[in-house]
């Protein structure tokens, strides 16, 4: 079993500035990372909200300068699966597929992840004019006709915010009421650029390299219709919000959560286990960014310090 100071799970942006503020600290710190460094932020082609990103950045870019500043800080990165944490104690546990470690403290910064529509061509043009973040992708739609897809308060809250970008925006909804508080129904229907599909869902999304149409199913009569790009246009947009889960399972009465599954933290990171912090989009918390998640990991990974100081 390898020991170290500080665990990370997760080499996204809060994961990855956990790391370099750990590192420069000069805590012994690995991260463990399952799939692929950077998290939601890698299925984004190009960042413009985050300070200093110009518009050469993409997320890989981003994240690949990230992973290098935490390794020239000495910090280890391994590509595993966590799959069982003790966290209780002075010693904390992380049991891996292909290993085992031991920390003094942990910061969780595993990410979430949006609820996909389950559709053929939906993974292979997600970033390509499938999107899942409004804030991160409305700009690039400027005078384009785009498609949101669900009827609950985060698809018509982000309907509203695409209206200010895009010509037109059609809300694709499986029933004909809409989930949404009636507050925020109110503002939609009297939204001029707003339009509803009722009772529809997606069935396919078409594109070679970007969306270009797609087939919707009316679920009451069956109908299939195929909704075309407009031909000066070429492509338009489609934003699932269809819910949004934390990658948290693991975590699941072991850590405080809301009733949403997301970690309770104080404003230091802290969860309600000693030594144990959470970071970014697992974390209960108003705004899903990387400029919040990298906050995030700094204060965590600050905190994590202290917190062995005091221990040792
Ligand atoms: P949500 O409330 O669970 O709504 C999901 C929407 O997507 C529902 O309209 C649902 O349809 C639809 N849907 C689910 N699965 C689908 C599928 N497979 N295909 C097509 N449509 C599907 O999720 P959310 O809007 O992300 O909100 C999550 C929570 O955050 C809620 O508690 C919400 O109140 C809260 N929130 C609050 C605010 C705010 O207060 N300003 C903003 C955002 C989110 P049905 O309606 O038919 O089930």
Same mark, same amino acid.
């Given at each position: 079993m390898k020991k170290y100071d500080l665990v990370i799970i997760g080499a996204g942006p809060a994961g990855l500035a956990a790391g370099l503020y750990a590192g420069r600290a000069r805590l012994n710190t690995l991260i463990i990372e399952k799939? $692929?460094?950077g998290g939601q932020i890698v299925i984004t082609s190009e960042i413009e909200n985050y300070p200093g990103c110009l518009d050469e950045e993409t997320g890989p870019s981003l994240i690949d300068r990230m992973v290098k500043q935490t390794e020239k800080f000495g910090v280890d990165h391994v590509f595993d699966t966590v799959t069982d944490v003790e966290l209780e104690g002075e010693e904390k546990v992380i049991k891996c597929l292909n290993g085992e470690y031991n920390a003094k403290a942990v910061i969780i910064a595993a990410g979430a992840h949006p609820v996909p529509i *389950?559709?053929?061509g939906e993974r292979e043009l997600s970033g390509k004019g499938v999107s899942y973040c409004a804030t991160c992708?409305? /700009?690039?739609?400027?005078d384009f006709e785009v498609y949101v897809v669900g009827g609950g308060d985060s698809a018509v809250e982000e309907a509203m915010y695409l209206t200010k970008f895009a010509r037109k925006v059609t809300i694709i909804h499986r029933?004909?009421? #809409?989930?949404? /508080?009636k507050s925020i129904q109110e503002k939609a229907f009297a939204n001029p650029k707003m339009n509803f599909m009722w009772d529809s869902v997606v069935e396919e999304i078409k594109g070679d *390299? #970007?969306?270009?149409s797609m087939i919707v199913k009316n679920v009451k009569t069956g109908e299939l219709t195929e909704i075309k790009a407009d031909e000066e246009d070429g492509t338009f947009g489609i934003f699932v919000f269809i819910g949004f889960k934390p990658n948290s399972d693991l975590f699941d009465g072991k850590v405080q959560m809301d009733e949403r599954k997301y970690i309770i933290t104080d404003d230091d990171m802290k969860t309600d286990i000693p030594g144990v912090f959470a970071a970014g989009?697992?974390?209960? $918390?108003?705004l899903r960014q990387v400029v919040t998640a990298a906050a995030d990991g700094a204060i965590a990974a600050v905190q994590a310090g202290k917190y062995i100081e005091e221990h040792e």
């Open positions: 799939q $692929k460094n *389950g559709c053929p992708d409305a /700009a690039f739609f400027e029933r004909d009421e #809409l989930r949404a /508080a *390299g #970007l969306v270009e989009d697992i974390r209960k $918390k108003s």
